[in-house]
């Protein structure tokens, strides 16, 4: 009877190993851009006035 033959061991996986450091992320911000300009929101009715429309 003869001996089986060896098989070469399989090769181990290797190890990887990752460090996550320190990510540092930052905004930059520039100059507003030029638009036109928002125009103040016409008066509404004043409660007074809302009342009387209403006949109070």
Avoid: Y
């Avoid at 992320?25 to 429309?53: C, H, T, W």
């Amino acid at each position: 009877m003869s001996l089986p033959e060896a098989r070469p061991a399989a090769p181990e996986a290797p190890v990887i190993r990752v460090h996550i450091g320190r990510v540092e992320v930052r905004a930059l911000f520039g100059p507003p851009p030029e638009g036109p300009k928002a125009k103040a929101a016409p008066q509404g009715l004043s409660l007074e006035d809302f009342l009387k429309g209403k006949g109070r």
